[in-house]
């Protein structure tokens, strides 16, 4: 597809999707964290795609909603008011600092309720990999606004976040959880994702990389100690993994890394050829599984659109080969890493055709997903707004005319 043909289908896409979540029109808001960190960076692509103020309107009632909603208790719950337990007043000012809820359809499993893996996937609570997300999305917003106040409750959520997810030394070590109740007091799922101790050093990295060069913002909260134990967390885990998702999400961090090398804001120190190498490796397993072999009807679409969005994340990762900032020791493996990757580089062309093809959007797995497949798809075609760390300078109006070319 063209550009000029993305647009199009990603305007349609999240217009449909604010109406019907209740960003514009009469329906009541209803929010989920993940899909709505993709929706902010859409709507910042949309902006500067089109120049419609409608776009980034989108994005900042989105903050409001999700920080209104996802950041106090649901309303079936005997619990009231925000997650963090702040009067109003302070919880206004800082809402985020309790974390924030997934934004399930079913209530948190109770202390005493025995677990149930089926029901579990639709129960609320928090998920450290949601709440990354939503950190991104507060920062890309703060970049492209100059709004500093969204980069501190950025980095209000990572302390947040380390402090519910990241437990005391077992058997010496540090260890993670995957779920965590909505107020943070115990966890749901204890076993760590593969993939969130990464996650959370590119994140704090990201995010402290903002905070030093965007005018305005607070020092405070520092994120050094929290990185370093994603840092010690994230150094003995393997990255291999088969899923999609995971796969895309190895090559969005390579890509935050790399243009955080570029702005001067990150050493080489190796993570970036280890995530090149987890992609590369968790490719080819990929490959080997012919997961994107099936007939829509066997397929979830947002977890294909999750590589389809890594994939766009390429761009940035090829300019290191040419700007050389790989260590000198490392430049060789570097190169043959981007060898590999680039024969995959049109899978992301051909996810986004697949999922754009009327009849393969009738099928309940795409029905059933409705919110996050639309949304994702959006990213996947202009995936500016989520892969692109713009500078933290605030662009004039003719700067953005110029950009849109």
């Given at each position: ?14 217009l ?8 514009e029109g ?79 359809p079913?209530p948190?499993?109770a ?34 606004t ?19 997810f ?15 109740s ?19 050093l ?34 003995p ?20 890394v ?32 012919n ?29 290191l ?85």
């Amino acid at each position: 597809m063209k550009r000029e043909d993305r647009i199009p289908e990603a305007r349609a896409l999240m217009l449909r999707f604010a109406s019907r979540t209740g960003i514009e029109g009469d329906e009541a808001p209803r929010r989920y964290l993940w899909t709505d960190a993709f929706a902010v960076c859409n709507a910042l692509a949309l902006w500067d795609a089109t120049g419609e103020e409608r776009f980034r309107s989108m994005a900042l009632v989105l903050v409001d909603q999700v920080h209104g909603i996802l950041g106090r208790h649901r309303p079936d719950d005997s619990r009231r008011g925000w997650v963090s337990g702040l009067p109003e007043d302070d919880a206004l000012r800082h809402p985020t600092c309790g974390g924030l809820r997934i934004g399930k359809p079913l209530p948190e499993r109770a202390a005493d309720e025995a677990f149930d893996e089926r029901l579990e996937w639709d129960r609320d609570g928090q998920y450290f990999h949601y709440l990354t997300r939503w950190m991104h999305a507060l920062d890309q917003l703060a970049r492209r606004t100059g709004d500093a106040q969204l980069n501190v409750w950025a980095r209000e959520l990572a302390v947040a976040a380390h402090r519910g997810f990241v437990g005391g030394p077992r058997s010496g070590r540090l260890a993670m959880v995957w779920k965590m109740s909505i107020d943070l007091s115990r966890p749901l799922v204890p076993s760590m994702g593969q993939h969130d101790p990464i996650d959370g050093l590119v994140t704090c990295l990201e995010l402290s990389a903002t905070a030093e060069s965007l005018p305005g913002a607070a020092p405070e909260p520092s994120l050094e100690r929290i990185a370093a134990d994603f840092a010690a967390l994230a150094a003995p885990q393997p990255i291999v993994t088969l899923d999609p998702l995971g796969i895309g999400g190895l090559l969005m961090d390579a890509s935050r890394v790399v243009q955080l090398i570029e702005q001067g804001t990150l050493a080489d120190d190796g993570l970036f050829l280890c995530l090149l190498d987890g992609a590369c490796r968790s490719l080819g397993e990929l490959a080997r599984a012919n997961e994107l072999d099936r007939p829509a009807t066997r397929r979830l679409a947002f977890r294909e659109l999750g590589l389809a969005i890594g994939l766009a994340a390429l761009e940035p990762i090829e300019r290191l080969a040419k700007a050389r900032l790989a260590a000198p020791a490392e430049v060789d493996s570097v190169q043959t890493r981007l060898e590999v990757l680039r024969a995959w580089r049109g899978m992301r062309d051909t996810i986004c055709e697949f999922w754009c093809e009327p009849a393969h959007r009738r099928v309940a797995t795409w029905i059933d997903h409705v919110d996050i497949n639309e949304v994702m798809l959006a990213t996947a075609l202009v995936p500016d707004g989520w892969v692109t760390l713009t500078s933290t300078s605030v662009r004039t109006p003719d700067e953005l005319e110029r950009e849109r070319g």
